[in-house]
């Protein structure tokens, strides 16, 4: 028998089902990887926004941890929404014991520019999560929060990778090009060399969950064994291909679509 390959996501939910684990646990689905999740929050949002949040108590989240690492496997993982510093410090002596991959997709702003989690939680990521992740994948205005850099152009994109490795530790960093204008592009460093991924830009309002939808595109890819490099161009392809399918629901900005690749191909 073939052996299953497991994903894990430790995020908030999103009942509206377009963006966290639920974004995750669809695109682990689509492509071939076992689903598992630890929620950290439960969120009242939909395509609108956030209307309220109701984060999990800490016991319970390092017992989701528990039960899922001492129990079955995972190739990869990735963490999405860790709103204050006491989850990250137990998710951090939790996952620094795992040697698979970790993609961090920093939700930190919100899409009106708000906030997400406190100053004090932003050093405590920098300092101890950060060095432990095989990618992080900021979109600009988390990359901006992350390190304090302004970012308005490409080159400017480029340096604030460089310095997310080279300052803060990470594995690599991924500088997710969407609020620019023209093509799609994101630019990863991965310590040693600048590579580019670029898309057409696809003119739709339909854009929610896209970086929950990406990273956990590129968590499932590397659970398969692929190079990071690779997991990242198909994790883009993934991305590009569900907002071109996106659905028009919802009064607000409507969510990508999970199973697009399956009539346009995805490699596994």
Known sequence: MKQVK????????????GAG????????????????????????????????????????????LDSVISDIPFQAFKTGMIANIDMMRIIANKVSKLEVPYVMDPVMVAT??????????????????????????????EAEYLTGEKIETVHDMKQVAELIVKKFGAGAALVKGGHMEGEAIDFLYDGSAMH??????????????????????????????????????????????????????????????HWATREEGVRI
């Open 112 to 141: 009106s520019g708000d906030t997400l989690i406190e100053e004090n939680a932003r050093n405590f990521l920098r300092k101890q999560l950060l060095p432990l992740t095989t990618l992080v994948t900021p979109n600009i205005p």
């Open 6 to 17: 497991c994903a894990l996501t430790i995020a908030g939910t999103d009942p509206s089902g």
């Open 196 to 257: 580019t991924f670029s898309a057409k830009r696809i003119d739709t309002k339909n854009t929610h969950g896209t970086g929950c939808t990406y990273s956990a595109a590129i968590t499932a890819y590397l659970s398969h064994g692929l190079p990071l490099y690779e997991a990242v161009k198909l994790g883009k392809h993934f991305v590009t291909v569900a907002i071109k399918h996106a659905f028009p629901l919802g009064a607000g900005h409507g969510p990508t679509n």
């Open 21 to 64: 684990i639920h974004a995750d646990l669809k695109t682990f689905q689509e492509l071939k990887s076992y689903g598992m999740s630890v929620i950290t929050s439960v969120v009242a949002q939909n395509t609108t926004g956030v209307q309220s949040i109701h984060h999990i108590p800490l016991e319970m989240i390092e017992q989701q």
